[in-house]
């Protein structure tokens, strides 16, 4: 079966290259069109020979050709289809872009394999669209800036198992790590600031159960991480997480961390 994967708000594309070791085909989706035209440059021979796809809109649930695409002035990776509210605004310059709904993307391209969701302040909205119209694909990944984001992947989306990625430490936590290459063998990756890292069994430790993960996100608070979910994979029995726990396990990965080699939950 064709393995596809969805890169909902794909920006640069740093993730492309690793997804395309895990997928026949990447269908990249940026609103921002400076951004598809890096895009398409950096990975020519792959959008010639089919196996990454450049989608050029805005994603959005509702069903319109174009809509307001608010571009960051200074930092592209907070350019938002939602409009900012009060101040936050004069950060921003307002464009009409070309719009698609995830599902039309889908329907064109075919089932998903994984799909990551990091839209700002969107996320949410898009999960609880593919929900609602029974797409629940294998893996699948969304920033939690907000509680709703783990409510609908465990409620709607009927996922039981969850593993945390941290975004602002992905250039350090999945440095030089060890994945199965396209040939099926074992190579190093290292991922870029602001990628949003490897996805299902590429991301280090067990799969927690929506226990002990919804307890982590409460721990940790919301913010820059994705919650990763699957339906392949069964968590091993667990306890609920302590506090103690939590704060002991939470001391070694800040320790880790700061000598360049984050391993929280590493076996």
């Not at 004069?90 to 719009?99: C, G, K, Y």
């Not at 430490?169 to 030089?176: E, L, Q």
């Amino acid at each position: 079966m064709k393995k596809i994967i969805y890169d909902f708000g794909a920006n640069k594309g740093d993730d492309i290259a690793y997804y395309l070791k895990r997928a026949d085909l990447v269908v990249a989706v940026e609103a921002d069109p400076d951004l598809c035209r890096i895009m398409q440059d950096r990975f020519a021979p792959q959008v010639k020979s089919g196996r990454v796809i450049v989608e050029n809109c805005v994603i959005t649930v509702d069903d319109l050709s174009e809509v307001p695409f608010y571009k960051h002035k200074r930092n592209h990776v907070l350019s938002q289809f939602p409009k900012p509210k009060g101040r936050r605004l004069r950060a921003f310059t307002e464009v009409l872009l070309p719009a698609r709904t995830p599902l039309s993307i889908i329907a064109e391209h075919g089932a998903p394999y994984y799909i990551k969701i990091d839209v700002e302040h969107y996320d949410a909205a898009i999960l609880a669209n593919l929900f609602a119209h029974g797409i629940r694909p294998p893996y699948i990944s969304a920033e939690s800036h907000s509680a709703e984001v783990f409510s609908l992947l465990v409620i709607e989306g009927g996922y039981k198992a969850f593993k945390l990625v941290e975004g602002r430490h992905v250039h350090r936590s999945a440095n030089d790590i060890i994945i199965r290459g396209e040939d099926g063998g074992l190579e190093r990756f290292s991922f870029k600031r602001h990628a949003a890292g490897p996805f299902g069994e590429d991301i280090s430790g067990e799969w927690l159960t929506a226990e002990n993960c919804k307890r982590l996100l409460a721990f940790r608070g919301m913010g820059w991480r994705d919650v990763h979910a699957t339906n392949l994979s069964e968590p091993p029995p667990q306890e609920p997480l302590s506090y103690g726990r939590l704060l002991f396990h939470e001391t070694r990965h800040h320790l880790r961390r700061g000598l360049g080699t984050l391993g929280f939950w590493r076996k």
